[in-house]
């Protein structure tokens, strides 16, 4: 019952420092063991697409984004959790692949669903990486807005909130 959480957070703490290999391995463990189609697996592909695009690996991003896509639309039709979680990562990829419109027009779709699943981390991301793609996109104005609103919706942001909008 721990095995697969701790796995899930020692890749995430190795792909936060960089340590892409051992990310990997642990990844690697962890699609064996969880199951298919399940809410867990997004997370995980997830988390393998996250480092695909930290490792530059554009078409491997690619492929595991098709994958999650259908994984999370046949499980609550893509309000999962994880579902929801992955449209973070998406965002972040379509914006790192110069589709900066269909990545803003995702994260502005996603808010109101975020919004019902009352994850305020979630939300205070999805509306800062909105607000990013809105002002490149030439809507500065809309994402200032935007940006103000996740900054004060928070009465005490993380610390990692507070510089991602600084």
């Given at each position: ?7 899930g957070n020692?890749a995430h703490i190795?792909?936060?420092?960089e340590?892409?290999?051992d990310?990997?391995?642990?990844l690697g463990?962890?699609v064996?063991?969880?199951?298919k189609?399940?809410g867990?697996?997004i997370g ?5 697409m996250q ?8 078409a ?8 999650i ?14 579902g929801l979680?992955?449209?973070h990562?998406?965002v972040k ?5 110069e ?11 996603a808010?109101p ?11 205070s991301?999805?509306?800062l ?13 809309e994402g200032a807005?935007?940006m103000a609103?996740?900054?004060s919706?928070n009465?005490d ?5 507070m510089?991602?909008a600084?």
């Open positions: 019952e721990l095995r697969i959480p701790a796995l020692f190795k792909l936060a420092s340590s892409h290999e990310a990997e391995t642990a463990e962890l064996r063991v969880v199951r189609g399940g867990t697996e995980v592909r997830d988390t393998q480092l695909a695009m930290a490792a530059g690996n554009i491997l991003a690619a492929s595991l984004s098709e994958e896509q259908t994984i999370s639309e046949n499980l609550e039709g893509g309000y999962s959790y994880y979680w992955y449209l990562t998406r990829w379509l914006y790192h692949t589709r900066v419109e269909t990545g803003v027009a995702v994260a502005l779709d808010l669903r975020i919004e019902r699943m009352a994850d305020r981390n979630l939300l991301r999805m509306q990486l909105a607000a990013e793609g809105l002002g490149r996109i030439g809507r500065e104005s807005r935007l609103h996740a900054v919706a009465p942001p993380p610390l990692e909130l510089a991602e600084s």
